[in-house]
């Protein structure tokens, strides 16, 4: 089992920025691939940054520019620093564990994320 604890979200005006933080408690932390989501009302489940366990980054078109995904491995922590923030990032952030060598996937609670125009 992996117990992921989010933080950081809040309430913003456009164009400023906030960092969402990623505990990760459980198991082997290094070998996972983390990925931060979104999810705004009515709307599906928005993949917006992926990090490999060799440190290799993916963005959302979306967010590229204005995102950056990183990895502390040694807090067991992975960051999201998210710059300009527009309206349209308002959403619950996610975030995902994915070690495929052990077949395990799991998912934090969520933290909130609203940008007022």
């Known amino acids: 089992q992996v117990h992921l604890v989010e933080s950081g979200g809040g309430f913003v005006q456009a164009g400023a920025s906030l960092r969402l933080s990623c505990a990760a408690s459980?198991?082997?932390?290094?070998?996972?691939?983390m990925r931060w989501y979104r999810q705004a009302p009515g709307k599906h489940r928005e993949l917006v940054a992926v990090?490999?366990?060799?440190?290799?980054?993916r963005y959302g078109d979306s967010v590229m520019g204005r995102f950056t995904i990183s990895r502390d491995n040694a807090k067991n922590t992975v960051l999201l620093q998210m710059n300009s923030l527009k309206p349209e990032d308002t959403a619950v952030y996610y975030c995902?564990?994915?070690?495929?060598?052990?077949?395990?996937?799991?998912w934090g609670q969520g933290t909130q994320v609203t940008v007022s125009s």
């Open positions: 995902n564990y994915e070690a495929v060598v052990l077949g395990d996937n799991y």
């Open positions: 459980g198991k082997i932390f290094s070998i996972a691939g």
């Open positions: 990090i490999s366990s060799s440190g290799r980054m």
